[in-house]
C-alpha cells in the first residue's frame, strides 16, 4: 500500500478544510491512503501571534481584521484540531509522497512550519525524502496578499531535501481559468480566507485540491512500483 502523507498547520481552519478536500483525492487512487498529520502550536502562548494580539483594541486596523472573533475562531478550531496526530519525522521518512498545507503569513510560511522542515533538515544528510513526490497548498487573508509567493518560496527547503515537485496543471484544472477572486495556481492549491477569516473555501477551490491529492498519490504510486531512485 503507497501512503500519501499530509502535513498541515492552520489556526483558524481553511488549511484543515482543503487537508480535507486533498485527502479525497488521494483515496480515489487505488492501493493509495493518506495519513492526515499536523504541525502543533509552539508551546510558548507569548509567542502565538494570535494570542498576543487578544488584547488590542478593535479600532483602526484591527476593526478591519475583527480580532476578537479572530480568537475565538482561534480557539474552537485548535479544540477541533485535537484529535488529529501530531507530524513527527517518522511520518516524512515512511511516506511515499509529502503534502504540505500552511496559510500565508507574511508572505511566506508560518514559523511554526518552517520550524518543524528544519527539524526535518536532518534528511539531508541520509537522503530519505529524495525522490518522493510533495507538493503545496495555502491560505491568505486575500488574493494580493502573497498566496502564490508563499508556494514559490515553500518550494525551496523541499527542493533542499531532494523531493520532486507536483504543480497544479491548467489543464486539469480549468477552474482558475476566471476573473473572480479564487485561489489556485500552477504552483499549488490555495484558499482565500477574507481579512476578518469569514470566507471560507469555494466548490472550485475544494475540486482543485481534490485533484492535487489524486495527482500526487498517482506519482506515489507509480514510483512505489518503479522505485527510480532506489540506490
Ligand atoms: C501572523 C499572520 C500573518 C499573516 N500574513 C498574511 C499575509 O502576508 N498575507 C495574507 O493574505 N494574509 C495573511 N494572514 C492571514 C492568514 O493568511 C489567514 O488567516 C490564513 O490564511 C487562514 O488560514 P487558517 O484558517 O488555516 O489558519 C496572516 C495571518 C497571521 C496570523
Redesign the pocket.
Given at each position: 500500500m503507497t501512503e500519501v502523507v499530509i502535513v498541515y498547520?492552520?489556526?483558524?481552519?481553511?488549511?484543515?478544510t482543503l487537508s480535507e478536500a486533498i485527502a479525497k483525492g488521494v483515496e480515489r487512487v487505488e492501493g493509495v491512503r493518506y495519513k492526515l498529520v499536523r504541525i502543533p502550536e509552539f508551546n510558548d502562548p507569548s509567542i502565538r501571534?494570535?494570542n498576543q494580539r487578544s488584547n488590542q483594541k478593535e479600532e483602526g486596523l484591527g476593526q478591519h481584521f475583527k480580532l476578537t472573533k479572530?480568537v475565538e475562531?482561534y480557539d474552537r478550531?485548535q479544540e477541533e484540531q485535537a484529535s488529529i496526530p501530531i507530524a513527527a519525522m517518522e511520518d516524512l521518512r515512511l511516506a511515499d509522497g509529502i503534502i504540505w498545507g500552511?496559510?500565508?503569513?507574511?508572505?511566506s510560511m508560518?514559523a511554526q512550519v518552517k520550524s518543524f522542515l528544519d527539524q526535518a533538515g536532518q534528511f539531508c544528510t541520509t537522503g530519505d525524502l529524495e525522490g518522493k513526490p510533495t507538493a503545496l497548498f495555502?491560505?491568505?487573508?486575500?488574493i494580493?496578499?502573497?498566496?502564490e509567493a508563499t508556494l514559490l518560496s515553500s518550494l525551496v527547503p523541499l527542493l533542499h531535501l531532494g523531493m520532486l515537485f507536483v504543480g497544479l496543471p491548467y489543464t486539469e484544472n480549468p477552474e482558475y481559468l476566471t476573473d473572480q477572486a479564487i485561489g489556485c495556481s500552477p504552483y499549488g492549491v490555495s484558499?482565500?480566507?477574507g481579512p476578518d477569516?469569514s470566507r471560507i473555501p469555494v466548490e472550485e477551490e475544494l475540486t482543485m485540491a481534490s485533484r492535487l491529492g489524486e495527482r500526487v498519490a498517482r506519482i506515489a504510486k507509480a514510483f512505489t512500483v518503479a522505485k527510480p531512485f532506489d540506490k
Open positions: 498547520y492552520s489556526a483558524f481552519g481553511h488549511i484543515a501571534v494570535v479572530r475562531d478550531v500552511f496559510p500565508t503569513y507574511l508572505g508560518p495555502t491560505s491568505a487573508g486575500s494580493h496578499g502573497g498566496h484558499t482565500l480566507a477569516g
